[in-house]
Nanobody, 118 residues
Framework: QVQLVESGGGLVQAGGSLRLSCAAS????????TGWFRQAPGKEREFVAH??????????ADSVKGRFTISRDNAKNTVTVYLQMNSLKPEDTAVYYC?????????WGQGTQVTVSS
């Protein structure tokens, strides 16, 4: 079973940047496309960004396009997926999660909190 551990969240002012990391254990994870998702208080979890298994294809939710960049490092035993977030807005405040694409319901981690102050 894949274990996903997200990190890198924090409190940042509007216009600032953060870099999130998702460490994935499990030999088969490198064979899957991966996504970042987020859930704001009182809202459903939503898709943020997608990256193919080899990093060759990426795409984003319209709300983050041009501000966020997803990348991955398959070279090590633990696959790491990153989300570089620039020009952050208060509406980006949420708990951020990573998972396979499509998501594996049994693999959701604890997520990492991102709070953007105005």
């Amino acid at each position: 079973q894949v274990q996903l551990v997200e990190s890198g969240g924090g409190l940042v002012q509007a216009g600032g940047s953060l870099r999130l990391s998702c460490a994935a254990s499990g030999r088969t994870f490198r064979d899957y496309a991966t996504g970042w998702f987020r859930q704001a208080p009182g809202k459903e979890r939503e898709f943020v960004a997608h990256i193919s298994w080899n990093g060759g294809i990426t795409y984003y939710a319209d709300s983050v396009k041009g501000r966020f960049t997803i990348s991955r490092d398959n070279a090590k035993n633990t696959v790491t997926v990153y989300l570089q977030m620039n020009s952050l807005k208060p509406e980006d405040t949420a708990v951020y999660y990573c998972n396979r694409r499509p998501p594996d319901p049994s693999s959701w981690g604890q997520g990492t909190q991102v709070t953007v102050s105005s």
